[in-house]
């Protein structure tokens, strides 16, 4: 096969060595179920080959997937790989080294096209894989032979032992002429591939194509929704099977939903209830029917008790290691940014399914996406299953109407939304019994937690800020919040997820809720749990009275925080400031329907596939809607029963002039104005006014409360009465003029907005303090003060960080001076000897000038290049705070100076490589081929022995070997040589023309005795293209002709298979030419046929 190879790659290949005694001798990305490591696990490993006679040990040496950044890996420990042996590295993200056991601290990409690298303890690259291409799976690429030059598949991996049996490759993909995904009517598609010698074969529907199945001999009829599956099996043994193309034509099915569709052999028997993990495709439809990803994974069963159903869930797992995609590249989910996915959840509603959910026909297959994503409206502090409604087909079968479902519990999920990743991360998790997701010590320090909270006095403001450094209060209260209002009845004892992310540059470092399965919510499928009431009338507080289901402290923990005074106005607000806006009738409904709305086109086909009738999913759906009606009229009353409030009362809140800014009502934000709802009295409120652009907060204004201070943006008052609240902003504004001097030195930040382009003029509210700092933009300029007319400065003008309470115009101008500095000249006095490190920065060109900063002390370090000494510095104008020998040194500037470091080149000598005349052969050099001519090799090594072999053009031969000062083995005209160095010389391979000739024989004798029998011509250096001959007998009867230098006359006349000719004499004309020259030769002569 062809491997292709970015030029940057070719040109990095190029500058190393020809040999190095390690190599990377075996990788493998694609390791699903092949080779464990010392842990059990099935992780991506390289392996290090020693082509020499001496171990090496590793210890110093890097690793890395990155040829930009070689040493991402150090191995820290000794471990040796010992000669002509092996030592097996697995890239699995641990970071550690253990004995024999090296893992790295990444993990290899394959379909991301990531490297295998191996440098020195110098961070030089000594060798490294490109994974081009990817295996497919528990393949391997290798060295065709232990440190070869060649590489190939290897169908049977074999780390830490010899690579035997591989091959050269995959064949290529086929390739469909028509997309998948939807179209209106029948289709015909056609199968290629850019490979000759295959045979392209192909199965339906999850039948997989094997060497077996049918041949595509032309044109493929799509009629009605199928599964494709293509793959090409090549002629050549060498050559492995390609991966499978697998296409989902969907005919006419005119869906507006998004469609997955999920293919292979054993999918269906999942499907149908046995609990396996099959491997299939995956494809990935947007509701325009076209195909948005596919990619290759396992699948597992979703659910517990909807298992049970005839219409299950699914989870499914993209794996690399299977050698087609790492992740499905799609933003899937409407109310997320996340590009892609890994593993994603794809469930028929769970308990809510319709028609299944018991009893028999009562879900309306929408209730826990509507929880979720209600959640995710509101903005609630927790994560939740982001969800997108969905139609599958499984093996080109509908199977119905699902949601694909984002996973939270999972490590890719609280990487990229909070920088948590693998190691980082405590997840617990309570379905009956409680476990750790990934880290085994993290219940005890819950447990911890809990036990400080229900056993110390959480009135102590010590102790209450304690528990808000490590677990999010708001998480919690915004948890128990929404289960309360949606009266979910299968949590805490089930379906609860709580986590912490502990990488102290991420975020979300305290405990926080998930949202898991709220089917069972708004009085349907079961009561698990055990609360009080599952009706409308249900009292908000209910889940404070039933103990500690689940054994996991949730509830003894709320009660606990309970008795602290900001704790409980902080909880019971936060379900008065939910039910005016996320839990509002208004807001639940139309949210409600419009979920419905996007399921009513599709239910006509699922209650065909599964069963029931539109009618009853429509009443269930009408059920839970009335649910909502009716909480939202219970709710005021509840909130009486169980909290010390009163009311509500009706509140106004309005911002004048309108658009002028917002207001923060606890954590209700009102941007529209007038905002009118009911609030619960005795709740103390937490109010703040922003202004929006150029405006600024004027006052406060109320009808019935007083407020402390009503010029004072934030107030905090109790409420308990009606009322109508208005903030006031006000936009007075001045002119004022930027500009710093000299022009160009520095900016003015003002305002919090940077200016760089001076003079400028801003507009600037009055009367309030805007920050201004002077910026240094050039190091060499220094502010110096500031200069203006009609205002002061607060704290002075020699300040560079400032306020102004603009009252008027001004203009404003920032001074900067000029730095006290010098110039410093360095250079080597050899560029091939090493660079040099100057205060943090590589220097490899020279000379270089350098402006810096008077009275301050700068490094310089000299780093050798192999085969360098250092013959110390050379200083001008300054003062070495160490001796000119040192490699590493410092100084004090204190005026203008060079430097210059001297590089000692070892003893060596040049050997150069040619051919001539060029083009005419090619020398192998230590079994690799020169890449150009003349090429020079620089060798540092007394008396080293070279393998040469010439390799000569098609009709050219080798003459001689020449040299000056080296002696060929066994001598100059030997095609294979081996020469013993010592001294510079210039070794050409000479190569000759082949001598150009022909031979015709006199006589031929075809009487089938297996000698003699075919009369051909012979020659060497002959242009096939202009060859031609023709025998023709007594009577000038053409009887044989050919243009073909192989074929023969065996003593047929032309044309006539049964004919032989006559014994006798017989007349050629040859027509001849020279691959040297264009010029054509003709003859004529006899020929003796005898039998």
Known sequence: MNIRLPLFFLCFMASMHLSSQLVINEVCAANYTDHTDNFGEYEDWFEIYNTGAADVDLLGYYLSDDILEPTKFEVTSSVTVPAGGYRVVFASNRNTVSGTNIHTSFKINQKNQEYAVLADPAGTIIDVFWMENPNQTNHSWGRLTDGGATWGVFTNPSPGAANAGGFNGYAATPTIDIASGAHGGPISITVSSPDAG???????????????????????????????????????????????????????????????????????????????EPIGHFEFFGADGQLKDEARGDF?????????????????????????????????????????????????????????????????????????????????????????????????QYWGLYEVREKVDDLDFTDYYYDQGEGEVDFIKTWGGTWNEYDSGTCYEWDDLVDFITTQDMTDPANYDYVKSVYNTGSLIDYFVLNSYVVTSDWLNWNTGWWRGKDPDGDKKKWRYILWDNDASFGEYINFTGIPDTSPDADPCNPEQIGDPGGQGHVPVLNALLGNEEFYNDYVSRFADLSQTLFSCDVMLSHWDSLITMLEPEMPRQVNRWGGTVAEWQSNADAVRSFIVDRCAAFNDGMLDCYDVEGPYPLMIQIMPPGAGYVEFNSIDVTDSPWEGEYFGNLDVE????????????????????????????????????????????????????????????????????????????????????????????????????????????????????????????????????????????????????????????????????????????????????????GGWTVDGLTFDGTLEDLTNSFFLDGTGSIVAHFIEDENYEITYDVHPIGTGEIILDGQVIPYYPFTEKYYEPDLERLLEARPSEYFDLDEWTMNHNIPTPDEDSDQITVQLTANDTITAHFVRE???????????????????IYYVQGHAIDVQF?????????????????????????????????????????????????????????????????
């Not at 094997?210 to 050559?239: K, L, Q, W």
């Not at 303090?769 to 607060?794: Q, S, Y």
């Not at 023709?1030 to 006539?1056: A, C, H, M, P």
């Not at 006798?1064 to 054509?1080: A, E, M, P």
């Open 687 to 870: 109010m703040e006014a922003n202004p929006y652009g150029i405006n600024v907060f004027s006052h406060w204004e109320t009808n019935n409360h007083v407020l402390s201070d009503y010029l004072v943006d934030t107030a905090f008052f109790t409420f308990n009465q009606p009322d109508t609240i208005t903030a006031w902003f006000v936009n007075e504004t001045s002119d004022i003029v930027l500009d710093v001097e000299p022009a160009g030195t520095g900016s003015i930040k003002f305002n919090n907005t940077l200016y760089s382009t001076l003079p400028t003029t801003v507009t600037a509210p009055e009367s309030v303090p805007l920050p201004m700092i002077a910026v240094e933009e050039d190091m060499f300029w220094g502010f110096d003060h500031w200069e203006l007319e009609n205002h002061t400065l607060d704290p002075g003008l020699l300040e560079d960080t400032v306020s102004i309470e603009v009252d008027t115009t001004d203009y404003i101008t920032a001074v900067f001076v000029e730095k006290e500095n010098y110039i410093i000249e360095i250079t080597v006095d050899n560029p091939e000897g090493g660079y040099i490190i100057f205060n943090g920065q590589i220097y490899t060109d020279f000379p270089v000038t350098i402006q810096l900063l008077a009275n301050e002390t700068y490094d310089i370090e000299a780093i050798l290049n192999e085969h360098f000494s250092f």
């Open 300 to 396: 597992n069963e979703h659910g517990n008790d909807s298992w049970a159903y005839d219409q299950r869930g699914i989870d499914y797992i993209t794996r690399d290691q299977m050698g087609y995609n790492d992740e499905i590249h799609h933003p899937i989910f409407r109310t997320k940014d996340r590009p892609s996915y890994q593993r994603l959840i794809i469930k028929a509603a769970a308990n809510d399914n319709y028609p299944f959910s018991p009893p028999a026909g009562a879900g309306a297959h929408v209730i826990d996406a509507y929880i979720h994503s209600l959640s995710q409206i509101g903005d609630l502090r927790m994560d939740e299953r982001s969800h997108e409604p969905c139609v599958m087909y499984v093996n080109g």
């Open 198 to 276: 295959v045979t392209l074969r192909y199965g339906t529907n999850g039948n997989e194509p094997t060497g077996a199945s049918p041949e595509v001999m032309g044109p493929i009829d799509v009629n009605a929704t199928e599964v494709i599956h293509v793959r090409a099996f090549s002629d050549d043994p060498m050559i492995l099977p390609s991966f499978i193309e697998t296409n989902t034509y969907l005919i006419a099915e005119g869906h507006v939903l998004p469609v997955i569709s999920i293919s292979g052999p054993q999918i269906e028997t999942l499907m149908n209830g046995t609990q396996i």
């Open 995 to 1013: 001598f150009y000739g022909y031979y015709l024989p006199n006589a031929f004798t075809p009487n089938g005795d297996g000698f003699n029998d």
């Open 1027 to 1091: 060859y031609s001959f023709e025998i023709y007998d007594r009577q000038g009867q053409l009887v044989f002709e050919t243009k073909d230098i192989e074929q023969g006359w065996n003593g047929q006349s032309t044309g006539d298979s049964e004919y032989y000719a006559q014994d006798g004499v017989y007349v050629y004309r040859l027509t001849v030419q020279s691959v040297f020259d264009n010029k054509q030769e003709e003859v004529f002569g006899e020929i003796l046929l005898t039998r």
